[in-house]
């Protein structure tokens, strides 16, 4: 199942997530579309709906916890809506720049790489890092923030991935 807009937003409401975790959602998903947009603009091949369904709900499982681990309480929750598959990957890989197993273990997620792999999902992982509570920020401020906060947890592999896929979307998108 891929939600629509209204749809992905009840589910949220009906995973019990609060107020500021919606307008999050709204603002994230809002930065992904652009994104996914302008990616499709350039002749790239892009599933928009899914973006917008992903970036609506990648913070689902923050009805439950607002711990790393949401992600991996996301996929329980979608799994119960009976949402799809390539959905669920976007909720369960968004985490940081994507984790992988190792920085998983440390973290105390079940052991596997938690790494964006589509398009969408590194989409959706991306737009997450630009929105600062529902505002949008640029990627310097994104980049300095996620240094500061997840940089020295996570080390420098997280960096780079994040860097990466600012590279990668960038270059998908004609944006220099």
């Keep these: 199942l891929l939600p ?5 937003l009840q589910l949220l409401k009906d995973a019990n997530c ?5 307008r999050h959602c709204r603002a994230v998903a809002t930065v992904a579309v652009r994104i996914a947009q302008e990616i499709s603009e350039q002749g790239n091949n892009v599933d ?3 973006v917008e369904a992903g970036a609506l709900l990648h913070d689902i499982g923050r009805g439950v916890t607002h711990s790393v681990d949401h992600g991996v309480a996301g996929v329980v929750i979608a799994q119960s809506f009976g949402l799809a598959p390539s959905l669920i990957r976007i909720i369960e890989r968004h985490i940081g720049s994507g984790i992988d197993s190792r ?8 052991f596997k790489n938690y790494l964006p792999k589509s398009l969408e999902e590194k989409i959706v992982t991306y737009a997450d890092k630009l929105i600062e509570g529902a505002r949008e920020v ?10 500061q906060e ?13 860097q990466q896929l600012h590279t990668e979307l960038s270059r998908l998108r004609g944006v220099s």
Excluded at 18 to 22: G, K, R, T, Y
Excluded at 138 to 147: R, T
Excluded at 150 to 162: E, P, V
């Design 4 to 8: 629509t807009r209204s749809e992905a």
């Design 18 to 22: 609060a107020s500021h975790v919606l």
């Design 48 to 50: 928009i709906d899914l």
């Design 103 to 110: 920085e998983a273990r440390r973290l105390g997620l079940p």
């Design 138 to 147: 640029g990627y310097e401020e994104a980049f300095h923030k996620f240094q």
């Design 150 to 162: 997840l940089g020295g947890f996570l080390g420098s592999k997280a960096i780079a991935r994040f």
